[in-house]
T-cell receptor, first 112, second 114 residues
Framework: NAGVTQTPKFQVLKTGQSMTLQCAQD?????MYWYRQDPGMGLRLIYY???????DKGEVPNGYNVSRLNKREFSLRLESAAPSQTSVYFC???????????FGQGTRLTVV | AQSVTQPDIHITVSEGASLELRCNYS??????LFWYVQSPGQGLQLLLK??????LVQGIKGFEAEFKRSQSSFNLRKPSVHWSDAAEYFC????????????FGSGTRLQVQP
């Protein structure tokens, strides 16, 4: 049972490059999320998708875009990476918005 | 909007000692409350959750937490800490209106001394 799968696990980008972080869940969950984790700041919500076909901004959406491709997949795109986007990114899913969230293993992104 | 405060950034306890990690939330109505644990290099794992009912909730790995509405708190406890409990612990809150996604505290790193 895979749960939430994120790819890649590690990535180094140069400033200005673009990339897409992929996330898929196999639990038939309605809601999916992207968080970033920075030291001393906990996890901050970037974007979320309450249900298939909808996406909404979280606390820190600037510099990011998302796509809810289908019920299983929710991708996060950095169009022009900046050093401030160096972080660990977590994808999560839950049955409904305010129920228990299940997390992927994270993507460690470094922008140089 | 809801918010969560974890006042202790870092706590060190001796193996076998009791543990209490503090969590205070800000939310007008009855919140949904969660505690997660994160081992180094790993994702987050749910320890326990509170939605309603009995204010003392039991979780995995021998953890429990008590919801105290009057103090806006949801503190995590364990009677006897094991070396494997060393990790980072996050408290989270969710609402039942508006944006309902989980909001996390900044975390408490637990170190266990032999």
């Amino acid at each position: 049972n895979a749960g939430v799968t994120q790819t890649p696990k590690f990535q180094v980008l140069k400033t200005g490059q673009s990339m897409t972080l992929q996330c898929a869940q196999d639990m038939n969950h309605n809601s999916m999320y992207w968080y970033r984790q920075d030291p001393g700041m906990g996890l901050r919500l970037i974007y979320y998708s309450a249900s298939e076909g909808t996406t909404d901004k979280g606390e820190v959406p600037n510099g990011y875009n998302v796509s809810r491709l289908n019920k299983r997949e929710f991708s996060l795109r950095l169009e022009s990476a900046a050093p401030s986007q160096t972080s660990v990114y977590f994808c999560a899913s839950s049955e409904q918005e305010n129920t228990e969230a299940f997390f992927g293993q994270g993507t460690r992104l470094t922008v140089v | 909007a809801q918010s969560v405060t974890q006042p202790d950034i870092h706590i060190t306890v001796s193996e076998g000692a009791s543990l209490e990690l503090r969590c205070n939330y800000s939310y007008g109505a009855t919140p949904y409350l969660f505690w997660y644990v994160q081992s180094p290099g790993q994702g987050l794992q749910l320890l326990l959750k509170y939605f309603s009912g009995d204010t003392l909730v039991q979780g995995i790995k021998g953890f429990e937490a008590e919801f105290k509405r009057s103090q806006s708190s949801f503190n995590l406890r364990k009677p006897s800490v094991h070396w494997s409990d060393a990790a980072e612990y996050f408290c989270a809150v969710a609402s039942d209106t508006g944006r309902r996604a989980l909001t996390f505290g900044s975390g408490t790193r637990l170190q266990v001394q032999p």
